[in-house]
């Protein structure tokens, strides 16, 4: 149910966190550069210390955040120690069970854990719901990623959820890809989410940020106390960006997934392209999932082309897009994630495309002529008699 009194949530991005309401105050929160702070007389004034006292830019990026995911949010130096900090309140031992396809740090993190015997770690697909059932039944904690990075894969949260109470497990989740505007996994059930603010709350490629956001309670403060102990506090700058980023999220999304949708419905039918994975299909494997649990489905999309070089060709041919790695800005970003360690599951032709805030039209023709051009590198490497297809670059992986 909606409270008639609270604004919606475009209005709420516009309006939180801003501070006083008082006549002569600023509308947006200071960017405060400074380590230490006056103790006063007696030695006990709220601020002291920037590692462990948040100024406002940070107080009021928490407060949107929280808002957006309906719980108390905890923002941390990057996604990646927002990550760590999670997994880090983990007693020792403890078995993680992790989506074979999800953010390639998660996984490194992961890997170096259980080398170092602080955790054991479970890594399986999570499309495959027997092998995912049996996890969770001896998983300490089960690590969602829904969509996922690269793959698109969508997990049904409620349902991992019920089988991990059953378990005695706790969920996180990150919501990276959908945004708290598109998915709110604590309301599924889900004990804590965390976000790369770095990719859409941002917005415009120009910070590192991550946040936790959990309900109220112990581990609301186990997550603050990793944050000053462990020291990967948020800077100054990052967090007054972030809260600017967050203030034009929901036309950002809008904009964005709407040329996905778009896309990803023309890449379906082009010749070159072999498969598209986005949930905002109806043919897509994880649509039917994504349509009860998310309310649009984001704007990254990937898809496949025959093979690496075909990908390769792309990835050089494109110019309004931006061959990089990273996702979630204005503008539109491809990589071919196959490239990259730890991706060996992913289709070496597989093109991860970050849709951005351009007019579509230029996007697909950009798109479109750089698939022609690795389409006619094809066929010439075919030769006038068929050939056996291989290209200079060699065999696909
Ligand atoms: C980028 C990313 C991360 C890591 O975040 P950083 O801000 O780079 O540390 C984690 N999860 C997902 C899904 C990401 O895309």
């Not at 009194?5 to 509308?27: I, Q, W």
């Not at 949260?157 to 969920?171: M, P, Y």
């Not at 599924?188 to 959990?214: E, I, N, Q």
């Amino acid at each position: 149910m909606t409270d008639p009194r609270r604004p919606r949530v475009e209005t709420r991005l516009t309006r939180l966190g801003r501070g006083p309401d008082e006549p002569g105050t600023p509308l947006n929160v200071p960017i405060t550069p400074a380590s230490n702070f006056r103790a006063g007389p007696s030695g006990d004034a709220p601020r002291q210390y920037a590692r462990e006292d948040a100024t406002e830019a940070w107080e009021a990026f928490e407060m949107v955040v929280g808002d957006l995911e309906g719980g108390t949010a905890v923002s941390f130096s990057s996604g990646m120690a927002a990550i760590t900090a999670v997994l880090e309140q983990l007693p020792a031992g403890a078995r993680v069970v992790a989506p074979q396809d999800s953010y390639s740090g998660l996984r490194a993190l992961l890997d170096d854990g259980a080398a170092q015997g602080r955790w054991r770690s479970d890594i399986v697909d999570m499309t495959d719901i027997r092998a995912l059932d049996a996890a969770v039944e001896r998983a300490d904690m089960v690590w969602l990623e829904t969509p996922s990075n690269p793959m698109l894969h969508v997990v049904d949260i409620a349902a991992v959820v019920a089988r991990a109470r059953e378990a005695g497990a706790q969920v996180a989740a990150d919501n990276t890809f959908a945004t708290p505007l598109r998915q709110r996994p604590l309301d599924l059930g889900v004990d804590v989410v965390v976000h790369s603010v770095t990719k859409f709350l941002g917005g415009h490629s120009d910070l590192l940020l991550g946040v936790a956001v959990r309900r109220d309670g112990p581990g609301v403060a186990a997550l603050r106390r990793r944050r000053v102990v462990g020291g990967a506090t948020p800077g100054a700058l990052e967090s007054f960006l972030a809260l600017r980023g967050t203030r034009t999220l929901a036309l950002r999304l809008r904009q964005a997934e709407e040329n996905a949708v778009e896309l990803a419905r023309r890449l379906d039918i082009h010749p070159a392209v072999t498969r598209v994975r986005y949930p905002g299909l109806p043919d897509d494997p994880g649509y039917a999932c994504a349509n009860r649990q998310m309310s649009g489905a984001g704007a990254v999309l990937s898809f496949e082309l025959a093979d690496a070089d075909a990908a390769d060709r792309v990835c050089a041919g494109v110019s309004v897009v931006t061959h990089a790695t990273s996702l979630g800005g204005v503008e539109s970003t491809i990589e071919r994630r196959a490239k990259l360690d730890g991706q060996e599951h992913v289709p070496c032709g597989l093109l991860r495309l970050s849709v951005g805030c351009e007019h579509v039209e230029d996007l697909w023709e950009d798109l479109s002529a750089a698939l022609d051009v690795a389409a006619d590198a094809a066929a010439d490497a075919a030769g006038p008699l068929g050939g056996d297809g291989a290209s200079p670059g060699g065999p696909a992986r």
